[in-house]
């Protein structure tokens, strides 16, 4: 009688290496799953981040544009102010400056809209920006806003 021990080494193996490779490529796709996780992951963030650098350059260029037609932003009520739905009244430099504000804050964040809130006593300026930041995995909050405070 035959011991297991007495069988050729090449026999007693037999298709234990394509285990091993479906093993092998088990792991390998899992981990190629979650690098693309991670990558797609990035990317929501990039978007999210550059939208929030977008919200603070455009805050700070219709401040800018505030402070260069100072004594019109200071008048009351000042042209400036502008409500979150409403559209720029009036002509004149500050309705140019709101509707071109207007039309940046949209074309550089996704339903990117603005506000901005004069006090005429103290000279205080809000500035409010607010973007859909729901690609950015915010279903809960999809709606961002920014808001910047300065003084004229």
């Known amino acids: ?38 990558i797609i992951t990035d990317i929501k963030n990039n978007q999210s981040a550059y939208a929030r650098s977008q919200a603070s350059m455009l805050a700070n260029d219709i401040i800018d544009s505030m402070r260069a ?3 019109l932003a200071e008048a009351s009520p000042s042209p400036y102010a502008l409500a979150l739905d409403a559209d720029p009244a009036g002509a004149g ?19 990117g809209r603005g506000a901005v809130s004069v006090d005429p006593l103290t000279r205080n300026v809000t500035v409010t920006l607010e973007w859909n930041d729901s690609r950015a995995g915010g279903a809960a909050h999809p709606t961002q806003q920014y808001v910047v405070a300065t003084h004229l």
């Open 69 to 71: 037609n100072r004594a």
């Open 1 to 38: 009688m035959r011991t297991r021990a007495a069988v050729a080494p090449g026999h007693a193996q037999r298709g234990f290496s394509l285990v091993e490779v479906l093993v092998t490529m088990l792991v390998l796709s899992i981990g190629l799953l979650g690098i693309a996780a991670l």
């Open 93 to 111: 430099v500050a309705a140019d400056d709101l509707t071109a504000w207007r039309a940046a804050a949209a074309s550089a964040m996704p339903s």
